[in-house]
């Protein structure tokens, strides 16, 4: 029974990953579970400064899922270079670094002082609703998704992942937008956009108004756009939205992704990524499966 | 030693101590470990609801492994933790946060504010101290006084009251100064912003120390995801951003920390 993936010429021991800004930098999360049993650790999003973040509430449940409205709270690439990614070391585990910023400039410092890093992967977030400016705007308009992706490409030292964002008309376009431009693999979906008010207050929940919509409301949509974008594009995908058990890893995988990560329900059940973990090999020795590589886009 | 899991635990009893108001009982652990102050994330009996509920801790007893927590229903989660009876089970996530710091009020005139359902976790802090100078200023509404007969057995108690039915008219500052002969040292409270706001004035003023427990919604409750931040004076610890996290840093800060 073989586990193992490859994306971009990184191996990972098993597709199970975290989804950034659910698992902090792994360190909340380690009294709970062993990293090393992870595929691999995707951090919060780390800009080239401190971001303070949004006015708080900033979370609220909805059926079956959360709204969030953080607004890319972190503590810059120093601090991240020293503290998070030294942290990280104590571990055998491969370490995507997710990077945002508000301009393209911000984006190639982060990607920059990574350069020198022994990290695996860098995630670059175009994708992220909650700010205002930079993130979504690179990830909801096709040339300017192009001409990011190119421009981190050339300057960076690790392979590259461009997360996309599901609020837009036809996902299939930012993929292949990313493609085009060099990107070693996609990662998708960010959260949906959504709202919710307070009928009593007559007021929003969140003070950002509105916030990202994920858990397992989202993941039939989530799988849909995984199963598209596999059909039209050839880089590898990293699947998420909403993801459980290894049922739901798994239903990622067969609609073509090469790995998954789970997200908003680290926060239900914090054991749920090893437990997943668990899940797939079991899936793997029931079903006489030698490898879950077979599995991957196994339903055309 | 942290106690730090996520686990299934046995409601031992639940019942309505006051109007929307439940006190529950779970077998855990956890409870030798419980410090004044800190609280549990209960997740509500339904597929649908994914997110813990933050809920302080009133008391805790190592012996019978129990936690007792006295909460207020807010919506649908709490509701749903309502309808739970003794022998069911409750999804918990503890312990979570820092707790008050009781060993600061040593030999000092120790001053407990709770206001509303911010009155459950002060009974622990008044319980866990032995000490002879402690007073327990309550704040209701009206005089369903809940819990504060409890209170009787470890603190002096002083009560306000909203509408004036019961104690003193007003909040807990209005019964801190109608009593002259209490001089606050250290005060440790918990309750709603507008109360803590009014704390954090008086501490300034007279200056006293005073600790606040904070809440606000919370999604992980173990530093993760930043969802539950407090404005801080200084560089917070982990973002240097002045925005702290409440779950892990606090939920109890030094009120001079904090710009609330």
């Known amino acids: ?300 | 030693m942290d106690y730090r899991k996520k686990e299934t635990t046995v409601v031992v009893s639940q019942e309505e101590i006051s109007d929307g108001i439940f006190d529950l009982r779970v077998k855990t652990e956890a409870a030798g470990y419980a410090k004044p102050g800190q609280f549990v994330g209960l997740f509500p009996p339904s597929d649908g609801h994914l997110l813990m509920r933050p809920i302080s801790i009133c008391e805790s007893d190592a012996e019978s492994k129990t936690l007792r927590m006295v909460y207020r229903i807010a919506g649908d989660g709490t509701k749903l933790l309502s309808g739970l009876k003794a022998g069911d089970n409750v999804e918990m996530l503890s312990l979570l946060g820092n707790g008050f710091p009781t060993g600061e009020a040593v030999g000092k005139c120790i001053v407990l504010m709770g206001g509303g359902i911010g009155i459950p976790p002060m009974l622990g802090v008044s319980k866990s101290l032995q000490e002879e100078n402690v007073h327990a200023f309550l704040g209701y509404r009206n005089k369903d006084t809940f819990l504060s007969e409890d209170f009787r057995k470890y603190a002096n108690v002083h009560i306000a009251s909203e509408d004036g039915s019961i104690g003193v008219k007003g909040n807990v500052l209005d019964a801190l100064t109608a009593e002259s002969e209490v001089k606050p040292e250290i005060i440790m409270a918990c309750g709603p912003m507008p109360m803590l706001r009014a704390i954090k004035k008086y501490a300034e003023e007279n200056q006293i120390i005073a600790y606040i427990s904070l809440e606000e919604r919370m999604a992980c409750g173990v530093g993760a995801c930043l969802g539950c931040v407090a404005k801080t004076v200084n560089k917070d610890a982990h973002s240097h951003v002045n925005n702290t996290r409440i779950c892990t840093e606090g939920p109890v800060f030094d009120a001079r920390e904090v710009e609330i």
Do not use: H
């Not at chain 1, 800004?21 to 400064?49: P, Q």
């Open chain 1, 1 to 300: 029974m073989d586990t193992r993936v490859t994306i971009a010429g990184v191996e990972f021991k098993n597709p199970v990953m975290t989804a950034s800004g659910t698992f902090g930098s792994g360190m909340e999360y380690s009294d709970f579970v062993d990293l090393n049993r992870l595929g691999a650790v995707v951090t919060k999003g780390v800009a080239n400064v401190p971001w303070p973040g949004n006015p708080t509430p900033r979370v609220t449940e909805t059926p079956s899922g959360m709204l969030n409205a953080i607004g890319l709270q972190n503590p810059g690439i120093d601090v991240f270079i020293e503290r998070d990614l030294e942290f990280l070391r104590n571990y055998d585990v491969p370490v995507i670094v997710n990077v945002c910023g508000k301009s393209v400039e911000d984006y190639l410092t982060v990607v920059e002082r990574l350069a020198d890093t022994d990290v695996s992967m860098l995630e670059i977030n175009v994708s992220c609703p909650n700010v205002k400016e930079g993130a979504i705007a690179f990830g909801q308009n096709k040339d300017a998704l192009f001409d990011i992706t190119k421009r981190i490409k050339e300057i960076a030292k690790q392979p590259v992942i461009m997360k996309l964002s599901p609020n837009v008309t036809d996902i299939t376009e930012m993929a292949r937008a990313a493609e085009a431009a060099g990107a070693d693999a996609i990662s998708l979906i960010n959260t949906i956009t959504g709202m919710k008010i307070d009928i009593k207050r007559r007021s929003f929940v969140l003070a950002n108004k509105t916030g990202g919509l994920s858990g397992p409301a989202i993941r039939p949509v989530a799988v849909r756009m995984v199963y598209q974008c596999a059909n039209a594009v050839k880089i590898p995908i990293i699947g998420m939205g909403g993801i459980a058990s290894a049922e739901d890893a798994l239903e990622f995988i067969m609609a073509g992704a090469t790995a998954v990560s789970v997200g908003a329900y680290n926060f239900v059940n914090p054991y749920s990524t090893v437990e997943i973990v668990e899940g797939i090999e079991k899936y793997l020795s029931e079903t006489g499966t030698q490898s879950v590589r077979e599995l991957i886009g196994c339903v055309k």
